[in-house]
């Protein structure tokens, strides 16, 4: 799975949401909008991480003069010699990290649940939340035709049938439930 920054609001949103729903956490009705922002912080981080060695990844490839075909390879080498962990690792990484913060923070009062259950409900929320994101990149790929993938004519095509898609997806959108 791939966390895609237009994303990162409402998952965030929906973690707070959900885990002081359920009860697992306790966030003060005050301290909703920051303990949102500390979750926000961390996938964010991770994103500035992801994209650092995305650009490494294509400066190498640059200059090793190697071909696209090779970039997830390429990319994969260069994030495990980081320490950057990618995928449903990366994931993980970042649910570790949101469960540390509300160990400390300011705006989490109280953690009622295990490690573990929470753990199980963040990836949920991650799933859902990302694999309609990858839904929307297999609608975007099926709508451009005879365009090489990789060229800057794919790339301009896509964006604008992403932004087709989501901006249709709007319309129709029902907002998430405020506290």
């Given amino acids: 799975m791939r966390i895609y920054r237009s994303q990162v609001p409402r998952l965030a949103e929906a973690i707070i949401q959900t885990l002081v729903r359920e ?22 981080e991770y994103l500035r991480r ?6 490494e990844t ?3 490839m640059h200059e090793r003069q190697i071909t696209y075909d090779q970039f997830g390879k390429v990319k994969s080498q260069l994030a495990e010699s980081r320490g950057h962990l990618t995928g449903d690792d990366g994931i ?5 990290q949101i469960l540390e913060a509300f160990m400390i923070s300011h705006h989490v009062e109280e953690v009622f649940s295990e490690d573990y259950a929470m753990r ?24 451009i035709k005879n365009v090489r993938e990789g060229t800057a004519e794919w790339e301009m ?3 604008k049938a992403l932004e087709e898609i989501k901006r249709k997806m709007h319309e129709h959108e029902v907002p998430l439930p405020a506290f």
């Fill in 58 to 60: 294509r400066d190498l």
């Fill in 50 to 55: 992801e994209s650092r060695v995305v650009q």
């Fill in 157 to 159: 095509e896509y964006k």
């Fill in 23 to 44: 009860d697992d956490i306790e966030v003060d009705e005050r301290n909703v909008p920051e303990a949102i922002l500390d979750v926000r912080s961390i996938m964010e």
């Fill in 92 to 96: 993980r990484w970042i649910i570790g």
């Fill in 120 to 143: 199980k409900k963040m990836m949920a929320l991650f799933r859902k939340h990302l694999i309609e994101e990858a839904d929307l990149d297999k609608e975007a790929r099926q709508r």
